[in-house]
């Protein structure tokens, strides 16, 4: 199925970008989903996503148990867990080891794809129980320690931003869904909000203090790189990366599903009749991120860009650090 892209428009004067704007073309797919089986929506979903697969059948699986009023006992099982987790890993290193080296000024930085398709190996096939983790974990937290994050140049604060969402439990997210068009344009009490990294590394000094400068994309980059190295201890003791989700029963019929991916926060939420879908909703971590007044449009409005260059440079790094998970395409026009 076409996942949709999104259209990043910029509109720029020859020295700043003074406003922004956010075309999504993603498709909505609770409609497609009403009326199939349980059974068959956990086969479906997982299907339409190339990216996120086992996130995404987590969630699917979670929220289909809530709404049964089946005990999550799948949350803590490494059925799930295990899938997700390897699945964050393997687009951190993605992140870290391909896309952010062909955005840096840095003639010496370029992808390394030797290492990153050597790790991805690892993960696919050998990972099959807590033995296997543990000794993946142990020396991928051995190559991390002499990993060096790929330089990014200064840029200039970000005074507009959005705030980070809170980690919230399944049962807190709940209240949160309070119309209908949430799924395409989510918010915090009735404000965008950031999720991702940032969000959730947040705390750590090193981020807390480039986020006190309102250096954003630099914050990210650091915390994808403490998050990983978290997830590859964690790799070696499971149930420490439990928080990584969570489900809720919220009424009878009604389940919803949270889990955190390597993007952020992903809800799904089933309500069935019996074994039939009623409604399934996804709300994706790429509509909190990419909301029409959310982190990329108040980010890069008011960004100097003398050039432009400059200001498609400045609006990709800035997108690449908010971690879409369409393909975005830029578009500046003349004020």
Same mark, same amino acid.
Request: some cysteine; aromatic content about 4%.
């Given at each position: 199925?076409?996942?949709?892209?999104?259209?990043?428009?910029?509109?720029?004067?020859?020295?700043?970008?003074?406003?922004?704007?956010?075309?999504?073309?993603?498709?909505?797919?609770?409609?497609?989903?009403?009326?199939?089986?349980?059974?068959?929506?956990?086969?479906?979903?997982?299907?339409?996503?190339?990216?996120?697969?086992?996130?995404?059948?987590?969630?699917?699986?979670?929220?289909?148990?809530?709404?049964?009023?089946?005990?999550?006992?799948?949350?803590?099982?490494?059925?799930?867990?295990?899938?997700?987790?390897?699945?964050?890993?393997?687009?951190?290193?993605?992140?870290?080891?391909?896309?952010?080296?062909?955005?840096?000024?840095?003639?010496?930085?370029?992808?390394?794809?030797?290492?990153?398709?050597?790790?991805?190996?690892?993960? +696919?096939?050998?990972?099959?129980?807590?033995? /296997?983790? *543990? &000794? =993946?974990? %142990?020396?991928?937290?051995?190559?991390? @320690? !002499?990993?060096?994050?790929?330089?990014?140049?200064?840029?200039?604060?970000?005074?507009?931003?959005?705030?980070?969402?809170?980690?919230?439990?399944?049962?807190?997210?709940?209240?949160?869904?309070?119309?209908?068009?949430?799924?395409?344009?989510?918010?915090?009490?009735?404000?965008?909000?950031?999720?991702?990294? +940032?969000?959730?590394?947040?705390?750590?000094? /090193?981020? *807390? &203090? =480039?986020? %006190?400068?309102?250096?954003?994309?630099? @914050? !990210?980059?650091?915390?994808?790189?403490?998050?990983?190295?978290?997830?590859?201890?964690?790799?070696?003791?499971?149930?420490?990366?439990?928080?990584?989700?969570?489900?809720?029963?919220?009424?009878?019929?009604?389940?919803?599903?949270?889990?955190?991916?390597?993007?952020?926060?992903?809800?799904?939420?089933?309500? +069935?009749?019996?074994?039939?879908?009623?409604?399934?909703?996804?709300?994706?971590?790429?509509?909190?991120?990419?909301?029409?007044?959310?982190?990329?449009?108040?980010?890069?409005?008011?960004?100097?860009?003398?050039?432009?260059?400059?200001?498609?440079?400045?609006?990709?790094?800035?997108?690449?650090?908010?971690?879409?998970?369409?393909?975005?395409?830029?578009?500046?026009?003349?004020?």
């Amino acid at each position: 199925m076409e996942q949709g892209s999104l259209e990043l428009i910029l509109t720029w004067d020859g020295r700043k970008i003074l406003a922004a704007g956010v075309v999504s073309t993603r498709p909505a797919l609770a409609r497609t989903l009403c009326g199939l089986s349980a059974a068959r929506l956990l086969e479906v979903v997982p299907r339409l996503f190339s990216l996120c697969r086992h996130t995404q059948a987590a969630a699917t699986r979670l929220s289909v148990e809530a709404a049964r009023g089946e005990p999550a006992t799948s949350a803590a099982g490494d059925g799930l867990l295990l899938p997700v987790a390897l699945e964050t890993i393997a687009e951190h290193l993605y992140h870290l080891l391909i896309a952010w080296p062909t955005l840096l000024d840095d003639s010496s930085a370029v992808p390394r794809l030797s290492e990153f398709g050597g790790w991805r190996k690892r993960f +696919l096939p050998a990972v099959v129980d807590r033995a /296997a983790a *543990a &000794a =993946l974990g %142990a020396e991928l937290s051995a190559w991390l @320690a !002499r990993f060096e994050l790929p330089l990014l140049d200064d840029q200039e604060p970000a005074p507009l931003t959005v705030g980070l969402l809170p980690q919230l439990t399944a049962s807190e997210c709940a209240s949160l869904i309070d119309r209908d068009d949430f799924a395409s344009a989510p918010t915090l009490a009735g404000q965008p909000a950031e999720t991702g990294v +940032l969000a959730r590394q947040a705390e750590a000094p /090193a981020v *807390a &203090a =480039l986020l %006190a400068r309102c250096q954003r994309v630099k @914050a !990210r980059l650091l915390a994808r790189l403490i998050e990983l190295r978290w997830l590859a201890a964690g790799l070696c003791d499971l149930p420490r990366l439990s928080r990584l989700l969570d489900a809720s029963a919220i009424t009878a019929g009604l389940g919803l599903a949270r889990v955190e991916t390597a993007r952020g926060m992903l809800l799904h939420r089933t309500e +069935l009749d019996g074994e039939r879908v009623v409604s399934h909703l996804i709300i994706a971590p790429t509509e909190w991120n990419f909301h029409p007044r959310g982190a990329f449009v108040r980010e890069i409005s008011g960004c100097s860009a003398s050039t432009r260059l400059a200001a498609q440079r400045a609006a990709g790094r800035l997108a690449l650090s908010l971690d879409p998970c369409v393909p975005c395409a830029l578009r500046l026009v003349d004020a």
